[in-house]
């Protein structure tokens, strides 16, 4: 194996110095940091969440810091599928037997 010459790396930096856009993406690298400045805007675009779904909006039960959230969650989203399908008003499940 050869080792690099400084020959090679002379024109490396020149060629990196030549080259406006290399210092563009070294300035918002520098400025904004490396992962800021590699973050592709387009999938921001292509990624907008659109729904084209409007739930209704029944009141939903709060676990008020009993630590017990994903069952409060799966509850509710129980409780909204029963509301719609057997048109119920006020309905609720009971978090205390499950």
């Known amino acids: 194996m050869n080792a690099i010459q400084e020959s090679f790396t002379d024109k490396l930096f020149a060629n ?3 080259n ?3 210092q563009a993406i ?3 690298a520098s400025h ?3 992962f800021a ?3 592709c805007r387009q999938s921001h675009v292509d990624n907008t969440p659109v729904f084209s779904l409007d739930l209704t909006k029944d009141k939903v039960t709060n676990q008020k810091a009993s630590g017990r959230c994903w069952m409060f969650a799966a509850l509710n989203t129980f409780r909204h599928k029963l509301i719609s399908q ?3 008003e ?3 499940l009971s978090q ?3």
């Open 26 to 28: 070294e300035n918002a």
């Open 90 to 92: 006020n309905f609720e």
């Open 16 to 18: 990196y110095e030549a």
């Open 20 to 22: 406006v856009k290399y």
């Open 96 to 98: 205390a037997h499950t």
């Open 32 to 34: 904004n940091g490396i």
């Open 86 to 88: 057997y048109k119920l």
């Open 37 to 39: 400045a590699l973050e």
